[in-house]
């Protein structure tokens, strides 16, 4: 038995069923970036991401133009 477990590959970003999304820490700042699933409403958080730089460059890589704030 592993004391570690390994990470899940990244789901991929479907534009019909996700949402791209931002969740912000109003604490600490922190910045959490994944999909909405459009149907149940669910957030799947992908990777912390520092700064408006990590933000746009997810948004860039999922080719998104817009991502929705939650907190």
């Known amino acids: ?13 479907d534009p019909e069923t996700q949402q791209p999304a931002v969740r912000k820490s109003i604490c600490t700042g922190e910045m959490t970036v994944g999909f909405i699933d459009k149907r149940t409403g669910k957030f799947t958080d992908l990777m912390r991401v520092d700064g408006q730089r990590g933000l746009e460059a997810f948004m860039r890589d999922i080719g998104a133009e817009e991502i929705k704030e939650i907190y």
């Open 1 to 13: 038995m592993s004391l570690f477990k390994k990470k899940k590959p990244a789901p991929g970003y």
